[in-house]
Protein backbone atom coordinates (compact mmCIF):
# COMPACT_ATOMS: atom_id res chain seq x y z
CA UNK A 1 0.00 0.00 0.00
CA UNK A 2 3.00 2.50 0.68
CA UNK A 3 3.95 2.24 -2.39
CA UNK A 4 0.94 2.76 -4.54
CA UNK A 5 0.10 5.88 -1.83
CA UNK A 6 3.62 7.26 -2.91
CA UNK A 7 2.68 6.70 -6.77
CA UNK A 8 -0.45 8.48 -6.18
CA UNK A 9 1.04 11.80 -3.98
CA UNK A 10 4.05 11.90 -6.84
CA UNK A 11 1.56 12.37 -9.69
CA UNK A 12 3.10 8.83 -10.77
CA UNK A 13 1.12 6.44 -13.05
CA UNK A 14 -0.83 3.38 -11.27
CA UNK A 15 -2.31 0.17 -12.74
CA UNK A 16 -6.08 -0.77 -12.77
CA UNK A 17 -4.67 -3.36 -10.83
CA UNK A 18 -2.84 -0.88 -8.06
CA UNK A 19 -5.98 1.24 -7.68
CA UNK A 20 -8.09 -1.75 -7.13
CA UNK A 21 -6.27 -2.39 -4.25
CA UNK A 22 -5.86 1.05 -3.01
CA UNK A 23 -9.31 1.72 -3.41
CA UNK A 24 -10.44 -2.07 -1.93
CA UNK A 25 -7.61 -0.61 1.20
CA UNK A 26 -9.98 2.25 1.56
CA UNK A 27 -13.11 0.30 1.85
CA UNK A 28 -11.14 -2.02 4.56
CA UNK A 29 -9.75 0.96 6.43
CA UNK A 30 -13.05 2.50 6.72
CA UNK A 31 -14.75 -0.73 7.42
CA UNK A 32 -12.77 -1.16 10.20
CA UNK A 33 -12.95 2.88 11.72
CA UNK A 34 -17.00 2.60 11.63
CA UNK A 35 -17.46 -1.21 12.56
CA UNK A 36 -20.99 -0.43 11.52
CA UNK A 37 -23.10 -3.78 10.51
CA UNK A 38 -25.21 -1.63 8.29
CA UNK A 39 -23.74 1.39 7.78
CA UNK A 40 -27.18 2.64 8.98
CA UNK A 41 -26.89 6.85 8.92
CA UNK A 42 -23.15 7.19 8.60
CA UNK A 43 -23.37 8.24 4.76
CA UNK A 44 -21.71 11.77 5.96
CA UNK A 45 -18.90 9.94 8.47
CA UNK A 46 -17.99 7.38 5.62
CA UNK A 47 -17.56 10.76 3.31
CA UNK A 48 -15.69 12.71 5.68
CA UNK A 49 -13.13 9.62 6.04
CA UNK A 50 -12.34 8.82 2.71
CA UNK A 51 -12.52 12.36 1.54
CA UNK A 52 -9.87 13.80 3.75
CA UNK A 53 -7.83 10.82 3.32
CA UNK A 54 -7.58 11.93 -0.76
CA UNK A 55 -7.21 15.08 0.03
CA UNK A 56 -3.86 13.72 1.63
CA UNK A 57 -2.56 12.33 -1.70
CA UNK A 58 -3.56 15.55 -3.67
CA UNK A 59 -6.97 13.51 -5.27
CA UNK A 60 -9.28 15.29 -6.51
CA UNK A 61 -12.49 15.08 -5.12
CA UNK A 62 -16.44 15.70 -5.39
CA UNK A 63 -18.03 15.22 -2.28
CA UNK A 64 -21.73 14.97 -3.70
CA UNK A 65 -25.40 14.84 -1.70
CA UNK A 66 -28.21 13.22 -3.37
CA UNK A 67 -31.00 16.20 -3.12
CA UNK A 68 -28.26 18.29 -4.22
CA UNK A 69 -26.87 16.73 -7.35
CA UNK A 70 -29.70 14.81 -8.32
CA UNK A 71 -33.15 15.83 -7.34
CA UNK A 72 -34.32 17.44 -4.37
CA UNK A 73 -37.04 15.32 -2.60
CA UNK A 74 -35.27 12.53 -2.85
CA UNK A 75 -33.59 10.47 -0.41
CA UNK A 76 -30.78 12.09 1.54
CA UNK A 77 -27.36 10.42 1.35
CA UNK A 78 -23.42 11.85 0.77
CA UNK A 79 -21.19 9.94 -1.36
CA UNK A 80 -17.70 10.83 -3.08
CA UNK A 81 -16.64 11.01 -6.97
CA UNK A 82 -12.88 10.84 -7.21
CA UNK A 83 -10.65 11.75 -10.37
CA UNK A 84 -7.77 9.42 -10.54
CA UNK A 85 -6.76 11.03 -13.74
CA UNK A 86 -5.85 8.36 -16.88
CA UNK A 87 -7.84 5.87 -14.54
CA UNK A 88 -10.87 7.82 -14.56
CA UNK A 89 -13.74 8.93 -12.02
CA UNK A 90 -14.80 6.52 -9.45
CA UNK A 91 -18.13 6.43 -7.31
CA UNK A 92 -17.32 5.79 -3.77
CA UNK A 93 -19.82 4.68 -1.20
CA UNK A 94 -19.60 1.79 0.65
CA UNK A 95 -22.52 3.34 2.58
CA UNK A 96 -24.91 2.28 0.30
CA UNK A 97 -25.23 -1.13 1.21
CA UNK A 98 -27.20 0.01 4.00
CA UNK A 99 -30.36 0.34 1.33
CA UNK A 100 -29.65 -3.29 1.24
CA UNK A 101 -29.74 -4.08 4.88
CA UNK A 102 -33.08 -1.55 5.48
CA UNK A 103 -34.88 -2.38 2.19
CA UNK A 104 -37.55 -3.70 4.23
CA UNK A 105 -38.06 -0.62 6.67
CA UNK A 106 -38.49 1.35 2.64
CA UNK A 107 -42.19 1.86 1.81
CA UNK A 108 -43.97 3.77 -0.52
CA UNK A 109 -47.11 5.89 1.46
CA UNK A 110 -49.60 8.24 -0.48
CA UNK A 111 -51.50 10.94 1.40
CA UNK A 112 -54.29 12.42 -0.61
CA UNK A 113 -52.88 10.89 -4.32
CA UNK A 114 -49.50 12.70 -2.65
CA UNK A 115 -45.54 10.43 -2.74
CA UNK A 116 -44.83 10.92 1.00
CA UNK A 117 -42.04 8.08 1.09
CA UNK A 118 -41.09 5.49 -1.49
CA UNK A 119 -39.58 2.20 -1.83
CA UNK A 120 -35.43 2.10 -1.39
CA UNK A 121 -32.87 3.21 -4.07
CA UNK A 122 -31.70 -0.55 -3.15
CA UNK A 123 -35.12 -1.33 -4.94
CA UNK A 124 -34.99 0.70 -7.47
CA UNK A 125 -31.36 -0.46 -8.35
CA UNK A 126 -32.17 -4.01 -8.49
CA UNK A 127 -34.84 -3.16 -11.38
CA UNK A 128 -32.43 -1.12 -12.75
CA UNK A 129 -28.90 -2.72 -13.16
CA UNK A 130 -29.07 -6.06 -10.60
CA UNK A 131 -25.80 -6.81 -12.56
CA UNK A 132 -23.61 -3.57 -11.83
CA UNK A 133 -25.58 -3.44 -8.62
CA UNK A 134 -23.98 -6.69 -7.17
CA UNK A 135 -20.59 -5.83 -8.08
CA UNK A 136 -21.08 -2.06 -6.57
CA UNK A 137 -22.46 -3.90 -3.16
CA UNK A 138 -19.36 -6.33 -2.74
CA UNK A 139 -16.76 -3.68 -4.00
CA UNK A 140 -18.17 -0.21 -2.61
CA UNK A 141 -16.92 1.95 -5.26
CA UNK A 142 -17.36 1.22 -9.27
CA UNK A 143 -16.18 3.17 -12.14
CA UNK A 144 -18.23 6.10 -12.86
CA UNK A 145 -19.29 6.24 -16.29
CA UNK A 146 -22.88 6.65 -18.27
CA UNK A 147 -23.81 3.28 -17.20
CA UNK A 148 -23.15 2.80 -13.69
CA UNK A 149 -24.13 6.86 -13.10
CA UNK A 150 -27.69 6.03 -14.26
CA UNK A 151 -27.71 3.00 -11.89
CA UNK A 152 -26.52 4.96 -9.03
CA UNK A 153 -28.46 8.60 -10.04
CA UNK A 154 -31.49 6.72 -11.07
CA UNK A 155 -31.99 4.38 -7.67
CA UNK A 156 -32.03 7.72 -5.78
CA UNK A 157 -34.06 9.91 -8.28
CA UNK A 158 -37.26 7.25 -8.12
CA UNK A 159 -37.30 7.90 -4.41
CA UNK A 160 -38.97 11.45 -5.24
CA UNK A 161 -41.57 12.37 -3.23
CA UNK A 162 -44.36 15.37 -3.11
CA UNK A 163 -45.24 13.68 -6.49
CA UNK A 164 -48.55 12.70 -7.29
CA UNK A 165 -49.59 9.17 -7.93
CA UNK A 166 -50.20 9.70 -11.80
CA UNK A 167 -46.35 11.11 -12.09
CA UNK A 168 -44.62 9.17 -14.64
CA UNK A 169 -40.78 8.76 -14.08
CA UNK A 170 -38.07 9.64 -16.98
CA UNK A 171 -34.84 8.52 -15.79
CA UNK A 172 -32.53 11.04 -16.23
CA UNK A 173 -29.44 10.44 -18.56
CA UNK A 174 -25.75 8.47 -17.29
CA UNK A 175 -23.95 11.71 -19.18
CA UNK A 176 -26.37 14.12 -17.21
CA UNK A 177 -25.71 12.91 -13.90
CA UNK A 178 -21.86 12.62 -14.66
CA UNK A 179 -22.10 16.55 -15.46
CA UNK A 180 -24.15 16.78 -11.55
CA UNK A 181 -22.29 14.86 -10.32
CA UNK A 182 -18.98 16.89 -11.04
CA UNK A 183 -20.35 20.27 -9.46
CA UNK A 184 -20.04 18.10 -5.65
CA UNK A 185 -18.41 20.53 -3.61
CA UNK A 186 -20.10 19.48 0.00
CA UNK A 187 -18.37 20.25 3.76
CA UNK A 188 -16.14 17.41 4.64
CA UNK A 189 -17.62 16.52 8.27
CA UNK A 190 -15.56 15.19 10.75
CA UNK A 191 -16.34 13.03 13.87
CA UNK A 192 -14.42 12.10 16.64
CA UNK A 193 -13.26 8.73 15.03
CA UNK A 194 -10.00 7.71 13.99
CA UNK A 195 -8.83 8.77 10.23
CA UNK A 196 -7.55 6.14 7.61
CA UNK A 197 -3.64 6.33 7.75
CA UNK A 198 -1.39 7.48 4.94
CA UNK A 199 1.70 4.77 4.05
CA UNK A 200 0.51 2.21 6.42
CA UNK A 201 2.07 -1.03 5.35
CA UNK A 202 -0.78 -3.43 4.65
Do not use: W
Not at 23 to 42: A, G, P, R, T
Amino acid sequence: MKDIENKILNNNKITEQELEIFLKYIIDSVDEIVNHSNYENQCDLVQGLIGRYLQKLNVTIYPCITNKCIASNVIGHSFLVADFKENGLYIIDPSFIQFLYLDHTYEELYIKHIRIKSKSPFYYAKEINPKLLLSFLQKGFMKLNEESAFLYGNSFYRTLNSIDDQFVFEDISGKDLISQFLKGNELLRKYEYPEIELNKNK
